[in-house]
């Protein structure tokens, strides 16, 4: 996945959070929203995602099949400046090493990275002059609260209200105002700082911090941010709650008032007791108690659907591989193998193709392909084919920047000077451009100059050179060609095409 369509996936998941959240902040457990958050955490940085037929990229792709619309391909590369990586008949188009949109998505990056950083060490090197506390209510309760990292107790004339720092070696910060003689007050604050820290609430609070800097342009991930930050407050007061008895309810409110009105400045890496939306926290914790069986069947179902719905991506048509069985895989060693048998064969494949944009806004075809051999591939020929979205033949002018070459359903082209190695797929940047009069405007005219309509591209292999010298023909490529070249295809066909195998003697 990009980067684009990380922030987009996780900008849909976070729309879902917010919602439940609006409907059920306080009739479901906290770290219900915790867990959300964390969701969406993952589905910003992990470039990775689970197919689903349950996915809402599913339903989409189904409503989109059924009313012929929505056609696959126009998409612009943002993150990166593709530049043709082919010779021969691929059009070497002049284009930046960096592109204007990942200049401006590296910049706000190191900007807001650089921004956190100084924060956090700015806090630090304040913190660093704070003194040990001598108490004999901290010191026991740090003995009957024994941790695996060693937590330190410590006091701070910089700061006016508690708050915890650190990960492998945890501090609890008071201010040098604290009574120490409110040893009830003195018991909710250090529990409080306690379930921060058994949690890894400061690491917590890096990561998100990270997802921030990441997607920085993408204003819902500000919000999930800032909820983030506040339901990690809310899971905690929560507990402390029922930790305390219900009977702690009105005495810790009262606490957390006092306590608001001390606020300390901007900590981005710390768990500050006194942090925003006081109101919020109160109406929390007055209605906190423990929760019904439905409330956590609830939670359960939430989390279910919003990882199995809105954090996967599309499932594969479940025909795509069938519908090309005539034509690739009943041959050599794959012959009347079926399932996992013919996925442990030998094999390429066509894993799909794209219609994308250099930054000029010149289009081109981006093909990947999966070598599933034991040998390196050096070359290799193949035919391609362009459809508009309705499924309706193209006749192009594939090798525009020959004039003596004239339009046709079809183009067979060679590429040599390959090295794709045994199980490694190739994603190159670039691709094979296509003339667009409209786009093209320092370009000569070709034919009537007319627009790219190109919506869908079918390849096909029809020759394979490897490294050791042997050649692999592919023996259905007529048999390809006369059921696709210059005929209408449905969209839904074509939409489910790739990925294309071709199994391999």
């Known amino acids: ?39 969406t955490i993952l589905r910003l940085l992990i470039p990775v995602s689970v197919p689903s037929a349950l996915s809402v ?34 059009l070497n188009v002049p284009v930046s090493p960096i592109s204007a949109p990942f200049a401006i998505w590296l910049a706000g990056t190191l900007f807001f990275a650089a921004f956190f950083s100084i924060s956090y060490l700015r806090c630090r090197l304040e913190f660093s002059m704070s003194l040990p506390v001598q108490n004999v209510f901290a010191e026991k309760w740090l003995k009957d609260h024994p941790l695996t990292r060693s937590i330190s107790i410590r006091q701070s004339d910089r700061i006016f209200a508690p708050l915890t720092y650190g990960i492998l070696q945890p501090v609890i910060l008071m ?28 690491a917590a609070k890096l990561i998100a911090a990270f997802a921030l800097c990441v997607h920085w342009f993408n204003p819902l991930v500000w919000g999930m941010y800032l909820l983030f930050n506040r339901d990690m407050e809310l899971a905690c007061d929560e507990s402390v709650v029922r930790l305390s008895g219900e009977t702690a309810k009105k005495d810790y409110a009262l606490m ?16 500050e007791f006194s942090k925003n939306a006081v109101e919020e926290r109160i109406t929390a ?32 048509p479940p025909n795509t591989a069938a519908s090309h069985t005539p034509f690739a895989t009943e041959t050599g060693t794959d012959k009347g193998k079926t399932g996992a048998d013919a996925e442990n064969s030998m094999s390429i494949i066509h894993e799909s193709v794209e219609l994308l944009y250099y930054e000029n806004g010149w289009p081109y075809l981006h093909d990947i392909l999966t070598n599933n051999t034991d040998r390196t591939i050096t070359e290799m020929e193949y035919c391609m084919l362009a459809y508009d979205e309705h499924g309706t033949p193209l006749k192009l002018y594939w090798n525009f920047f020959d004039s003596s070459q004239e339009q046709s359903y079809d183009y067979l082209a060679r590429i040599d000077g390959l090295r794709i190695a045994p199980h490694e797929t190739a994603d190159y940047h670039g691709g094979w451009s296509l003339y ?21 591209s079918l390849f096909c292999l029809k020759q394979v050179v490897f490294e050791d010298g042997s050649t692999w023909n592919n023996p259905h490529y007529s048999q390809w060609f006369e059921t696709y070249a210059g005929k209408e295809v449905r969209p839904e ?3 489910n095409y790739y990925p294309y195998r071709y199994g391999i003697e």
């Open 1 to 39: 996945m990009s980067l684009l369509q990380m922030s987009i996936s996780g900008a849909v998941l976070i729309l879902f959070i917010l919602f439940i959240r609006a409907v059920a902040v306080n009739r479901l457990p906290k770290r219900t929203f915790l867990i959300l958050w964390w969701i």
């Open 175 to 202: 201010p040098k105002t604290t009574n120490w003689k409110d040893t009830r007050q003195l018991q909710y604050i250090f529990l409080y700082e306690y379930i921060h820290i058994r949690r890894f609430d400061a």
């Open 436 to 456: 667009d009069g409209e786009a093209m405007e320092n370009w000569p005219v070709i034919g009537n100059g007319e627009r790219n309509q190109v919506a869908y």
């Open 57 to 90: 990229y599913s339903f989409l792709e189904r409503t989109a099949a059924h009313s012929g619309q929505t056609p696959i391909g126009n998409v612009m590369a943002m993150m990166q400046g593709e530049t043709p990586a082919f010779t021969g008949e691929l």
């Open 493 to 495: 066909e074509l939409r």
């Open 256 to 271: 957390l008032i006092h306590m608001e009105a001390k606020k300390s400045g901007f900590m981005p890496f710390c768990n």
């Open 285 to 316: 914790i007055m209605k906190t108690k423990r929760p019904p069986m439905a409330a956590i069947l609830i939670s359960c179902l939430t989390v279910f659907a919003a990882i199995s719905i809105f954090a996967t991506s599309a499932a594969a």
